[in-house]
């Protein structure tokens, strides 16, 4: 059938309807008019299997001081819980933050007297029950981070009474490897190519006594574009190496032929430890240094120091560094922002009576704490079957050797509180291109390969039980959220292929959405397009479990990097004054999969093989299927038209002879429900209301109509050739055990 006239409706991308008909009529695949699209169901390829209730999940997470009595009223939980996903995953934003967890407000300093020093939260008593908070690292060496990034390096803030100092957990001390395997290092971005022939460097204590000054080449690079940007094209030239007798320092100089650089790091491959005193450890290992300055000699003037040094973010040049040390004091916590308390989860019920994925920090926390957390855990009867290490590592420009190592020693303390609890990570962040690291003697970039590498030449492969990772595929909201459609299902499917995984591991996304940005097509139609095929698409690849990030009801925000758009990653949108959340287009697709396209939550369902074609037989990206058969052997349709323009006709056919059942219900969500109305903060929707329920006649003949940009939900049973299966249960199709009954209308 040819496209139909599109709907009389608003479309929802800023780009013209002009432009939309003439991009999707060049590459639309809906059918011509001699035949329908078709959609093939084949029953005998199992794509995956799996249990719903631990497939599709969300994930909770900190936020601004004082949201969490806010977000978990009994009004907003049970509107989250009516979406009925299953799993759980809590969501660690200080490891994002360069800070240190206190998951209990009850502790111990390493320095007791001082209140300072390296932090454990108390396993005693009900250490759980009050919001908990991260704690800044006074050593830090980073100027940028991926949370607030409202802190500042102390490399460059001009104080001589402040250092920064690398993780003492890194140090040969504790991987019982030579410090050259776990080379740490602070890098500088000029920001622009500049002439430098000398780097001056004030050490703190310990100090390197051994290290080398290296200038960045071979970088592909783009206007803006970070450090973060050169790992995977980048290569480090060396511009000198220096070797210091112990006692030497503390200020090291090294002149070098002048060269013109944008990025210059600093490697450091031997500590002078610290002998002196009978401190704590910690405090003796590693690498400090005060200040750093950079540039190049002038006749006139002397040397010219082309480092803007400055106690804040905004006036200092950015610097990265590989590692931080956990140390802090008292004095430190992050007055902005909370951690829900843990209690406070177990007690709102969206756990569902099954175990949580729990976090531990672990670039910026200790062993001994995270051993804590799950001691506390085991004595409270608090469910936890996995626990997941650390947070965006990958971010920070952690290597995956040290990654490797920190992950050793935090297994080690969490298997001696539970031998059986279940181990993985890194949650490294979105690479729509793999996950890299700058290349290794052996010409390997790739992060997992490395990482998992390193656990396997010390013996502890075994720890590793599970790999995660976060996709949120699209930055860009200039680009069309239905272009954007068509491209995400080869993103992620090429960024695993990359990943040098094994598929022997479960593969976890513990965290996606549309963007890691807020931007209006995440509260619209095609946001909750993008929501449902990140999952599906995921789970049809082989994925074990899709974590949704944004459970929480929350506002719409603005962010620079959301193009001044308005929006939010979200269910619920935070109602004004108390009133209750509004459901965003997501709640609504969200509510298809887990009460119509699954049967019962708790038993086990296999995703089979769909595909659309047109009816010349050409593939079709505009329509994506997805088709799982449940525990009772019915079959259920997930139908998405991502055309935003025109009606699809398509027409299913079930491989190998199985026939049809009729009548049966459709489901289907389009503008016709629901359309986004932009208004910075008040934006709204209208329509909003459910999914339209209907009882097509004669489908398997005539076809079913797919309106532009929409899911649509069929499920049916099927029988043997030449047989008609009798239709199935229509409660036990919308009420899955695990779904509660609650709807936000």
Not at 48 to 77: C, S, W
Not at 309 to 325: L, W, Y
Not at 491 to 503: F, H, I, K, M, T
Request: glycine content about 10%.
């Amino acid at each position: 059938m040819p496209h139909s006239e599109p709907y009389a409706t608003k479309l929802e991308e800023r780009s013209s309807l002009l432009l939309y008909c003439l991009l999707f009529t060049l590459l639309s695949a809906c059918a011509t008019a001699s035949a329908a699209d078709v959609v093939t169901i084949d029953p005998s390829r199992v794509l995956n299997t799996f249990t719903p209730i631990e497939a599709l999940g969300a994930g909770v997470d900190g936020h601004v001081l004082g949201d969490a009595g806010r977000m978990y009223t009994k009004r907003n939980v049970d509107a989250m819980k009516s979406a009925g996903l299953g799993a759980l995953t809590y969501r660690l934003r200080t490891e994002l933050a360069i800070e240190a967890w206190h998951w209990n407000a009850t502790g111990v300093w390493s320095d007791r007297s001082g209140r300072e020093g390296y932090w454990t939260s108390s396993a005693q008593g009900r250490p759980l029950a009050a919001e908990s908070y991260g704690y800044r690292l006074p050593r830090r060496g980073s100027t940028i981070d991926q949370a607030n990034n409202d802190g500042y390096s102390r490399l460059d803030d001009g104080d001589e009474a402040t250092f920064w100092k690398s993780d003492p957990y890194l140090d040969a001390a504790f991987t019982g490897d030579d410090n050259a395997a776990h080379p740490q290092w602070v890098a500088i971005d000029l920001g622009e190519s500049m002439p430098i022939s000398q780097v001056r460097i004030d050490w703190g204590e310990p100090y390197a006594t051994r290290f080398r000054i290296e200038a960045l080449t071979d970088a592909d690079l783009s206007p803006g574009d970070e450090l973060a940007q050169t790992v995977q094209n980048g290569k480090w030239t060396p511009l000198c190496s220096v070797a210091l007798s112990r006692g030497q320092g503390p200020i090291s100089e090294c002149i070098f032929p002048k060269k013109t650089v944008r990025f210059l790091r600093i490697v450091m491959l031997e500590s002078s430890g610290k002998v002196q005193g009978n401190g704590d450890p910690r405090d003796q290992v590693g690498y400090a240094i005060r200040e750093l300055h950079a540039g190049a000699y002038d006749p006139r003037t002397g040397f010219v120091d082309i480092i803007r040094h400055a106690p804040n973010k905004a006036g200092q040049t950015v610097i990265m560094a590989s590692s931080t040390d956990p140390w802090h004091e008292a004095s430190d916590r992050d007055a902005r922002t909370e951690q829900p308390a843990l209690e406070r989860i177990l007690r709102s019920g969206l756990m569902r009576g099954r175990p949580m994925m729990l976090p531990v920090g672990v670039a910026y926390d200790t062993p001994e704490n995270a051993a804590g957390l799950l001691r506390a855990a085991r004595a409270q009867g608090f469910p936890v079957a996995q626990v997941e290490l650390g947070e965006e590592p990958d971010g920070q420009i952690m290597s995956p050797e040290d990654y490797g190592a920190l992950y050793i020693q935090f297994a080690r303390a969490l298997k001696a509180v539970d031998p059986s609890i279940q181990l993985g990570g890194p949650s490294l962040q979105t690479d729509v291109e793999g996950w890299h690291y700058w290349q290794n003697a052996k010409g390997e970039e790739s992060w997992m390969k490395r990482f998992l590498a390193y656990l396997d030449a010390h013996g502890r492969l075994g720890d590793f039980s599970f790999f995660s990772f976060e996709w949120y595929p699209f930055d860009d909201f200039r680009d069309s959220a239905a272009t954007q459609l068509l491209k995400q299902p080869k993103l992620l499917r090429e960024a695993l292929a990359a990943s040098g995984v094994p598929r022997r591991l479960p593969w976890y996304m513990t965290e996606y959405g549309y963007s890691a940005f807020a931007g209006e097509p995440e509260v619209t139609i095609a946001g909750a397009l993008m929501n449902t095929d990140i999952a599906l698409s995921f789970l049809a690849m082989g994925g074990a479990r899709a974590y949704l990030y944004g459970y929480e009801a929350v506002p719409l925000i603005t962010e620079p990097e959301g193009d001044g758009q308005y929006g939010n990653l979200t269910l619920l949108l935070a109602g004004k004054g108390g009133a209750a959340p509004t459901p965003a287009a997501t709640y609504y697709a969200i509510r298809m999969l887990t009460t119509h396209w699954l049967g019962d939550g708790t038993k086990s369902h296999r995703m089979i093989a769909a595909e659309a074609r047109l009816g010349n037989g050409k593939p079709t990206r505009l329509i994506a299927p997805y088709a799982v058969v449940r525990p009772d052997g019915s079959i259920a349709l997930i139908l998405l038209n991502k055309d935003p323009v025109h009606v699809c006709k398509v027409r299913l056919n079930i491989a190998h002879g199985s026939v049809f059942a009729g009548p049966v219900e459709l489901l289907q969500y389009s503008a016709r429900q629901y359309q986004w109305h932009p208004g910075g903060l008040n934006g709204y929707a209208k329509p909003n209301v459910p999914p339209a329920r209907s009882i097509p006649e004669r489908w398997p003949e005539t076809g079913i109509d797919l309106p532009p940009l929409s899911i649509s939900c069929i499920a049916f049973s099927r029988g043997p050739k030449g047989q008609v299966a009798r239709r199935p249960n229509s409660a036990a199709m919308t009420k899955p055990a695990y779904a509660s009954v609650i709807m936000v209308e």
